[in-house]
């Protein structure tokens, strides 16, 4: 079965530096990959997502980034805002092209 | 409408009892799912439905759960006989077809409290 880790609960950066949230996943699936965000009271909210195939995606501040070898993703936010401080999931795909396994989340702390 | 709607935002309930949360997709997504996230955890798999029927219920816990769409569109998300253990945020989302790569629009989720 896929297992999502993200081995960090909470991260503090500072604002205007790069925010990196890592995960680690044990399958290998050809399907897309995925980060949430998630405010208190509110539900996840797509964030970006990534190919099976590619090895970097861009959108705006976020960048997220594949290693299919080391099965390990990562989320980079630069620069780093105060409105980013949020949990952010990401999610592995597992059978099924509709089924995604959550990490546990990080905590981002965005300091002004 | 223009989001995932969930009702009740706040549910309440003694042990043993029976409980219901809705969901509304966004209108047109035929693919609506049910996750549960517990406390310092991440969205778990329920169910999956396409269109109305259930096409994956595997995450269901035990047969207390049950969640229904009859009409292709709201859904019903069902427990009898609450436990402690049950407490958690419920997570509706829809999204246009399976596997679309933006994936999911979450509700806000409905807060169940089993006391």
């Known amino acids: 079965d896929q297992q999502v880790k993200q081995n960090s609960p909470s991260l503090s950066v500072q604002e205007g530096r790069i925010s990196i949230l890592n995960c680690d996943y044990t399958n290998s699936m050809f399907d897309y990959f995925l980060w949430y965000k998630k405010y208190p009271a509110e539900g996840p909210t797509f964030l970006i997502s990534?190919?099976?195939?590619?090895d970097k995606n861009e959108d705006g501040r976020f960048t997220v980034f594949l290693n299919k070898s080391a099965k390990h993703l990562s989320l980079h936010i630069v620069p780093s805002q105060p409105g980013d401080s949020a949990v952010y999931f990401c999610a592995a795909p597992t059978s099924g092209t509709y089924k995604y396994i959550f990490g546990t989340g990080t905590r981002l702390k965005v300091l002004a | 409408g223009a989001g995932v709607s969930q009702t009740p935002s706040n549910k309440v309930t003694e042990k043993g009892k029976y409980v219901e949360l809705r969901c509304d997709p966004i209108s047109g997504h035929t693919a609506l799912y049910w996750y549960r996230q517990s406390l310092g955890q991440g969205p778990e798999f329920l169910i999956y439905f396409q269109g109305t029927g259930a096409a994956d219920d595997s995450g269901l816990p035990n047969d207390r759960f049950f969640a229904v769409r009859p009409e292709g569109s709201v859904s019903t998300l069902k427990i009898q006989r609450t436990e402690r253990g049950d407490s958690a945020v419920y997570l509706c989302?829809?999204?246009?077809?399976?596997?679309?790569?933006?994936?999911?629009?979450f509700g806000s989720g409905t807060r169940l409290t089993v006391v």
């Open positions: 989302a829809s999204s246009l077809r399976a596997g679309h790569a933006s994936g999911y629009t």
């Open positions: 990534i190919s099976s195939i590619k």
